[in-house]
């Protein structure tokens, strides 16, 4: 079974960094393709923040270009998401997404974790 585990959210101050981690495990997994990090605000819709492809071509939210950097590490099956120069519009449950093919399936299938709380703080 396919799982994406989010760890590294946490409390910060305004103007301060946060680095959260995404790891995918699941005995079946034979590829993944695009990951990416979502985030949803009290009272918004969630929303892309930044993706990544296998082959390292990104792409970011208007609102974090400069601030944010996604990375990703094929051998772990892991991504990640720096986030510097934080500010309280930041401040959201963080989710990662990845797009997963496994074994015996003919497409691969989006997949998401549980999210972690980012809260900066003014």
């Known amino acids: 079974q396919v799982q994406l585990v989010e760890s590294g959210g946490g409390l910060v101050q305004a103007g301060g960094s946060l680095r959260v981690s995404c790891v995918v495990s699941g005995g079946s997994i034979f590829s993944i393709n695009a990951m990416a990090w979502y985030r949803q605000a009290p009272g918004k819709q969630r929303e892309l923040v930044a993706s990544i492809t296998s082959g390292g071509s990104t792409i970011y939210a208007d609102s974090v270009k400069g601030r944010f950097t996604i990375s990703r590490d094929n051998a772990k099956n892991a991504v990640y998401l720096q986030m510097n120069s934080l500010n309280s519009e930041d401040t959201a449950v963080y989710y990662c997404?990845?797009?997963?093919?496994?074994?015996?399936?003919?497409?691969?299938?989006?997949?998401w974790g549980k999210g972690t709380l980012v809260t900066v703080s003014s």
């Open positions: 997404n990845a797009e997963i093919l496994t074994v015996g399936r003919p497409y691969g299938m989006d997949y």
